[in-house]
Every structure is written in C-alpha cells, then in structure tokens.
C-alpha cells in the first residue's frame, strides 16, 4: 500500500487538522519573502550628488543663496532622455580648488578650464527615504556593491540549499525548518549595526545560508501531508501567503522610511515560529521512510480522528513499510544513483533549466522594479498585484478547467516568453524604458511567469519519490539560486548597451530563455491524478505509464524501469529484506 492510499482511502486528504497545519507552516512564507525582497526598499537609491570639497556641512537641500549658487558653479548638468539633471556622479575641479565663494566662480565653468571628474564623496536626499545605499555609499563608480549584495545572499542560499535538503531527508522536516527560520533571524538584524560594507556583506550571505531551506522544506512538507487531489489547492493557496508577505512589505516600508527600523519591524517577528518545536509534528510520510512507525502511527491517529475517520493503525504504517522502507533506505545512501540514471538525469536537468529561469526572470523584476521608472513603491505594489492576478488565474485554469501541471506550467511560460519578447520590441520600436506599454507588457509577462513559479513547485514534488525529494528539490533550488544570482547583472549589462537595445536587452533574455523553459517541459510525464511515488522504481513506471500523455521520455524510461527492477530485486536479496511490494 502506497502512503498516498493511506491520506486518501483511510485518513483523509485534507481535514481539520491538516488544514490547522497547512496554515501554520505556511506563515512562515510570509517572512521569507519579506526577507528576501527587502533589499527592494533596503537598496533604492535616493538622489545624490557629489559633496563639496571644504564645506563640511553640505546637505543636498539647498540651504540659501550662497549654498545654491556653489552648488551650480560645481556641479555640472546632464542631458537624459526627457531633460536636463544635475550629475549624480561628477563635479567640476578648479585650477585654484580654494575660491569657494560662488560669487568668484564663473557662471560656465568650462569657460575657467574647468575639468569634469569623479568625486568619492556624496550627498543624499533623504526626504523621500532612507537606505543602506546612502550610509555605505553605493552609488556612482561604486554601484557594483548593490550587485554584488544581492548576489552573495543568493549564493549562500546556493550553500544553504545543498545543505538543507540532503539534511532534511536524513534529520526530518521538522527540524530543518525550524533550524533554518530562527537562525536567519540573527544573520538579518546584524546588518543594521555593520559599520563597514564587508561586514553588511558577510552578514547577507549568513541569512541567505541560513534562510535557503526555509519555502524548500516547507513546500515539501506540505505536499507530503496532504492528500493528491488537494495538493495543487493547496500549492496556489501557499502563493497567496507569499503575496500577503509582498503586500506587507511595500505596506510598511510606505509607512517607515528608515531602513534600519523597517528591517527591524518586519524582520522581528520571526522569533515567535520557536513555538513550532511544540505545536507542530513531523512529516509522518517522511517518519515513516526512516522506520518511525510509533511516532508516525500517532500523527496519523490525529488526521483520522479530525477527519471523522477510524480505520486507521499501526497495520495500515506496517503496510506502508512493506511496501517502501527497504527500498527507500538502500535508495537514500545512494541519492547520486538518481543521476546516473539516464531518464531520470534528463528529468532532473529539464526542471534545473526551468528553476533557474524562472527564478533569473522572477527576482530579475522583482528586484529590479526601480529601473522600470516611474514611483518605486507603485510599481512594487503593480508588481504584487500581477501575483495575485496569477494566482487567481492558476485557481480557474486548475478548479474549473482541470489542466494538469505540464499544460499549466508550458501555457504560462510561453504566455510571459511573448509578453517580455514584446515588451522588448516596444522599447526597440519607442526607444523608451519606461512607457506605459513596456512596463504593462513586463507586467504581463511576469504574470505568467508567476503561474508558472507554482506550477513548477508541484510539478516536481510530484516527479521525484519521497526517499530523495527534498535532496533533489535541493538540487533544483541550486539551479534557481544561481538564476537569482546572475538576475541583477542583467539590468546592470544592459546599462554597457547603447541605445535602444540598453533598455530592450534584459526582456530579450527573458523571452528567449522562458520560451525555452516551456518548450522542454513537454518532455516531462504529467502528475495530476497520479500518487507521489515512494521510490525511484514508482517514479521510473510513472512514465511508461504516461505513454498516451505523449511524453518523449517513455522509451527511455522503461528500459531504466526494467534494469532498476532488476536492481531493486537483487539488492533486496542480497540485504535479507525479501519482502515484495504489492499496491
């Protein structure tokens, strides 16, 4: 008996109880994406110029007469695209740099030999915000600190993934989860009292480690406890705990302008999920490959129970490990076996491809909204909105018209891959970054982009057993962490361009490679009605079963499943644990 059998014919798929732990493992959603998209707010960039030499009590307001007419005879103008700026990086420097008093200073400096350099220090407008951007000075030729802060982080979730997928096939989920949200918690507030850039930056890099887990594991969670025909519900319901967190965001930061007391407010809270070590239980699905049949039994009793269910005993755990725990322990010593399998390697490097577009394209605007012109925080909130409209749309196209995973995921991509080629024509055509239409195209694409985000989540849930899933759900989250990564130098490539292209280039890249990601996915077995399999042999028959779907993989796949239960059979001779597996 399959352990989805179990949640469907005996306990329940999505009772009182399970619905009480579904929402309390999804809050933790809401802080992750504050976290992770703070440096929205944390990084704008306010307006600046350079400070004057010798006046140390330069401030970018203007403070009299005296102050402005410096300020003009040092700081030269700037042609943009619509009108006339005033330089944010370079000043004028003198032959004789001591006349300070603007009335001894020419009107046109150029006319005094005056020569254009770059200043290494700034002044910053902080009456519409406050952010770190200012108090570590990344602006100008120093710029590149903003990239590389957004980069670390997602590369100690590079780290932190590996880590806490394999580890949370092997300690539980329980722990893991609860491990990774309070130690991100430290990580996150230290950066407010970092007196230099390398500490800030080390700091970002420790939650980014400690907070990669976090949405991984409970997704995995979710989808081990809750039955197969709720489990695409249950998926769409978690990305409206991820916009509630969007909306909090850009809610409180309107309100707080300091970046030290936003972070601070937001970040906070987080403390309160230490009540988790005694509110909720273990994956009784996970507790069960591990040979915890009391401890599974028991959770179990309690989904029953909510479900008005009574069937269910240690006998109905017992079935389950006849049927998977051998093969799930040989299995899970040797995990590098699901990539020396040639279908499955091929399975796990089409969900890689589509993670790290996905989040490449995801984070690259989300992360980004500030070059998309325009009020920061209107744009963030359209950029909310597009999710929620996304999600809705998931809700219809998966309630009412029942698509599975494979057509959702591949309409969705290709619906993002024409908007951003669009938009990308508009800017060529306009010439302009910031139309009404470019910016209502990217938006659309992100549209689809984020339907695709969930679909892709269950959709490789559902292709890979339980013995392995969180290790290999690691692995995919390696791929979409350095989609994360490379995503802010996107924007920061496309300002080397010249021209039109400059501002075209990003949703090129965006089109291109989304168009790519939805194509591939046809290749994929579709999951929807299918039970989660225990095993790599359940998975491996899973797509010759699919063989009318038209999948391209089955031929492959059934000589791998032939051989593998081959292999399955011999090692169960070989270890004494001859017991065979029956539905």
């Not at 030290?260 to 005694?278: G, N």
């Not at 399975?347 to 992360?367: E, K, M, V």
């Amino acid at each position: 008996m399959k352990f989805d059998d179990i949640l469907e014919k005996h306990i329940g798929e999505f009772g009182a109880y399970q619905k009480t732990i579904y929402f309390l493992v999804s809050l933790p959603a809401v802080t992750e994406v504050i976290k992770i998209l703070l440096p929205v707010f944390i990084l704008a960039t306010p307006k600046h110029r350079c400070s004057l030499p010798g006046l140390t009590n330069d401030t970018y307001a203007v403070q009299s007469e005296w102050h402005e007419r410096l300020v003009n005879a040092s700081i030269p103008w700037e042609q943009t695209e619509d009108s006339w700026e005033m330089s944010s990086c370079l000043m004028y420097q003198y032959e004789n740099s001591t006349r300070l008093s603007p009335f001894q200073l020419s009107t046109n400096p150029e006319e005094e030999n005056a020569t254009r350099i770059q200043c290494n220090s700034w002044v910053y407008d902080h009456s519409e915000y406050m952010s770190a951007v200012s108090d570590f000075h990344m602006v100008c030729q120093y710029s590149d600190l903003k990239y590389h802060y957004l980069m670390i982080k997602f590369f100690g979730t590079f780290i932190g993934a590996t880590l806490c997928g394999f580890l949370s096939d092997l300690y539980g989920r329980k722990l893991l989860l609860i491990s990774c949200i309070l130690l991100s918690l430290p990580a996150t507030l230290i950066q407010l009292v970092s007196p230099f850039y390398w500490i800030f930056l080390t700091t970002h890099f420790f939650h980014g480690l400690f907070s990669a887990g976090v949405y991984t594991v409970l997704f995995v969670y979710i989808m081990e406890i809750i039955g197969p025909n709720y489990r695409m519900v249950a998926a769409i319901l978690l990305e409206f705990f991820w916009i509630a967190g969007l909306l909090i965001l850009v809610g409180a930061a309107y309100w707080i302008r300091d970046w030290k007391i936003l972070v601070t407010v937001l970040v906070s809270p987080t403390i309160f999920f230490i009540l988790y070590i005694w509110i909720i239980p273990e994956s009784p699905r996970w507790l069960t490959s591990v040979g915890k049949y009391d401890e599974a039994d028991k959770i179990l009793k309690k989904i029953a129970k909510s479900n008005n269910k009574t069937e269910t005993s240690r006998l109905l755990v017992s079935s389950v490990v006849d049927d998977v725990t051998g093969r799930n322990r040989a299995e899970s010593a040797k995990v590098w076996k699901l990539f020396t399998n040639c279908g499955l390697f091929a399975r796990t490097a089409i969900c890689a491809y589509n993670r790290f577009i996905l989040d490449l394209i995801y984070y690259g605007i989300s992360l980004n909204v500030e070059h998309l012109g325009g009020n920061l925080y209107l744009n963030y909130t359209l950029s909310a909105s597009v999710e929620a409209a996304a999600n809705i749309g998931m809700c219809l196209l998966f309630l009412v018209f029942g698509l599975g995973r494979r057509a959702l995921y591949c309409g969705c991509t290709i619906f993002g891959a024409l908007s951003f080629g669009l938009s990308a024509l508009s800017m060529l055509y306009w010439g302009s970054r910031v139309s009404s239409l470019s910016l209502s195209l990217v938006m659309i694409g992100k549209l689809g982009i984020s339907a695709s985000c969930t679909t892709i989540y269950v959709h490789t849930s559902e292709l890979f057993p339980t013995s392995v899933r969180s290790s290999v759900m690691a692995v995919l989250d390696l791929a979409g962490m350095f989609g994360g990564a490379v995503s802010p130098y996107i924007f920061e490539m496309s300002d080397f361009m010249k021209g039109r292209m400059s501002a075209a280039f990003p949703m090129l890249v965006y089109g291109v490679t989304a168009l790519a990601g939805g194509l591939l996915i046809l290749l994929l077995p579709e999951t929807k009605d299918k039970k989660m399999p225990d095993n790599i042999e359940d998975a491996l028959k899973s797509d010759v079963q699919d063989t009318s779907k038209h999948t391209v993989l089955p031929d492959v796949l059934a000589t791998q499943t032939h051989y593998a239960a081959i292999n399955g059979v011999t090692e169960r001779r070989a270890g004494g644990g001859g017991q065979s597996s029956s539905d």
